[in-house]
């Protein structure tokens, strides 16, 4: 069962243009939602979070709108640029309870053509 | 050290060969996860260590796995009689205690491959 469904799987944007990521999940019970940024050969870095109690998040271009009744959440990269190629994984978790993890989904590779 | 260190970083095991993979987590960080990533599936959990408490085994895929973490600081993963199905990256990260809600610092990751 997989519980945090991200897509698309990758995605080409020009440069200066908007790169959405969605993610959709199903435990009703997760109050915490993080995305992570991964460059290759490196471990993924968390890049910007929310919890359910506001509807967006912004720091500088990344920004993350969250819709709770839909159970979905996105991340925008506005201007995007071309050190912005990665891959992205959304992730959630009972974050207010001790003793869980988050669960990611299964990443979306980000090229940004110069 | 500033960050999660893993070692080795690479490793190559014969099928059916035992393999120990390291992770030192950052000083003074509670919680240590280990997840595997291969091609395609993003990133799987494999086990959660917070503090004395049991670890969270859930995300084990069989008993060929196994991982302890010694005095809450440096931890290994197991797995025995590995199979090619086994290769991947395994990732190991480290954090604060989850009420504090911080992010996980993810090391570098050990890249098995099962011949």
């Known amino acids: 069962q997989q519980q945090v469904k991200q897509s698309p799987q990758s995605l080409i944007v020009q440069k200066g243009g908007i790169s959405i990521i969605n993610c959709a999940y199903e435990n009703t019970a997760f109050d915490y939602f993080p995305w992570y940024q991964q460059f290759p050969g490196k471990g993924p870095a968390l890049l910007i979070a929310i919890r359910p109690d506001v509807s967006e998040k912004k720091e500088g271009r990344f920004t993350i709108s969250f819709n709770k009744s839909a159970k979905q959440f996105s991340l925008h990269i506005m201007d995007s640029q071309p050190g912005d190629s990665a891959t992205y994984f959304c992730?959630?978790?009972?974050?207010?309870?001790?003793?869980?993890?988050?669960?990611f989904g299964k990443g979306t590779t980000l090229s940004v053509s110069s | 050290g500033a960050g999660v260190s893993q070692s080795p970083s690479n490793k190559v095991t014969e099928k059916g060969k035992d393999v120990e993979l390291r992770c030192d987590p950052i000083s003074g960080h509670t919680a240590l996860y280990w997840y595997r990533q291969s091609l395609g599936q993003g990133l799987e959990f494999l086990i959660y260590f917070q503090g004395n408490s049991a670890p969270d085994k859930s995300g084990l895929p069989s008993d060929r796995f196994s991982a302890e973490r010694t005095g809450g600081s440096v931890s290994t993963l197991t797995i025995q009689r590995t199979q090619q199905e086994d290769s991947a990256v395994y990732l190991c990260?480290?954090?604060?205690?989850?009420?504090?809600?911080?992010?996980?610092?993810f090391g570098s990751g050990t890249r098995l491959t099962v011949v």
């Open positions: 990260a480290s954090s604060l205690a989850w009420k504090d809600g911080t992010g996980y610092t």
């Open positions: 992730a959630a978790s009972r974050g207010h309870q001790a003793g869980t993890a988050l669960i």
